[in-house]
């Protein structure tokens, strides 16, 4: 693979460099076993604050992605396809070949302090999780937060990593100076399902105990309750199970989104299908027929089937006690009944 070989000094080091919007790249391996079979392109980025294409329905403008590439390696992620704009593979090179913007801190606080900034909200994790594996390693997190906070700036983080606890005191600084919204995703908790369709990212019982801990902290926490996987994920027990066990650690919030299989995701997500549940490729193939969608009648039934098990269990605002800016994050997590969103399953 071409990327095996990359550095700064050499040929493919320049012209990739260009490819990913920065000066450098350089190429990182790490012999321990959390990174083994992993790649780091470390690069030097360009720009670092993002604006959401204008045909995008997010109720957010602005992002910082300090990474591309997810080494949470979930089969159904929709940011694979981003991975073929750097001409890296969507499939298993997304989950390996991370990269990682080594200046995002310094870039942020830069930019954030430019007179055309307007201090807009910044949304963080709507591509790629910025709590992933890779940040345990290059803590590039706290400077970003730290930088949000020292301007003030609001934002939202969307994760399904448990690592964002690390950085909970820098959190509730933050939140005592600007809005900051916190939401977890979790989609199920079928413990099989989760081995096998999202094998690099924390156990769903893990991701809830981080907004268990949020919420004993004053934190209010939203869970995106992402993807429900048809067949698989939505029969009315797991439903229920996924809801209640939201439910029980706190969350201020559930919202469904049904999975959607744009190219780049779909091709994997059928691939991986077919080697674990052959029996449902077919009725896939029937059911996102007409795009990268679930029929809009099914989606409806799933957002009604979790607002009756949320409004059963009593899942709503939890503010007592919250510090006075601090609530869930409202990112465009609508099920997508209408159009594309920029939103990845996280
Ligand atoms: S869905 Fe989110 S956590 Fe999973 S691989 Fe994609 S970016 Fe990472």
């Not at 430019?114 to 992933?132: F, K, L, P």
């Not at 983080?157 to 977890?184: M, P």
């Not at 999975?259 to 490729?281: C, D, I, K, S, T």
């Amino acid at each position: 693979m071409r990327w095996e070989n990359l550095t700064s000094d050499s040929e493919h080091g320049r012209a990739d460099a260009a490819l990913f919007g920065a000066d450098a790249v350089t190429t990182r391996t790490f012999d321990t076993p959390e990174f083994r079979g992993i790649t780091f392109h470390e690069i030097r980025a360009r720009s670092i604050i993002n604006r959401v294409p204008a045909v995008s329905r997010m109720s957010f403008q602005w992002t910082v992605n300090p990474y591309r590439g997810c080494s949470h390696a979930c089969v159904y992620c929709f940011a694979r396809k981003t991975h073929s704009y750097l001409d890296l593979d969507t499939g298993l090179g997304f989950d390996s070949q991370i990269v990682v913007k080594t200046n995002a801190p310094e870039l942020l606080r830069r930019q954030l302090g430019s007179r055309r900034w307007q201090g807009e909200h910044i949304a963080m994790g709507t591509n790629v999780d910025c709590y992933q594996r890779a940040e345990g390693r290059y803590r590039l997190m706290p400077g970003i937060i730290a930088a949000l906070r020292d301007h003030a700036n609001p934002f939202s983080i969307l994760t399904k990593g448990t690592l964002i606890l690390r950085d909970l005191e820098l959190i509730e600084q933050a939140a005592q100076v600007t809005d900051v919204g916190i939401s977890v995703s979790v989609g199920f908790t079928d413990q099989e399902l989760w081995r096998t369709v999202e094998p690099g990212t924390p156990a769903p019982e893990r991701r809830l105990d981080v907004v268990r801990t949020l919420a004993e902290h004053g934190i209010g926490c939203g869970v995106l309750m992402a993807p429900v996987i048809p067949f698989l994920s939505d029969s009315p027990a797991q439903l229920r199970a996924t809801v209640r066990a939201i439910a029980a650690c706190g969350a201020t919030s559930v919202t469904p989104l049904v999975l959607h299989l744009r190219p780049g995701a779909r091709e994997w997500f059928m691939a991986w299908l077919g080697q674990h549940h052959p029996y449902l490729v077919a009725r896939y193939e029937r059911f996102y027929a007409e795009g990268s969608y679930a029929p809009k009648w099914y989606q409806r039934r799933i957002t009604r089937q979790v607002h009756e098990l949320a409004e059963e269990y009593g899942i709503g605002p939890t503010r007592a006690g919250m510090p006075r800016r601090i609530r869930p994050a409202e990112p465009a997590e609508e099920p997508p009944v209408t159009g594309p969103t920029q939103l990845t399953l996280l």
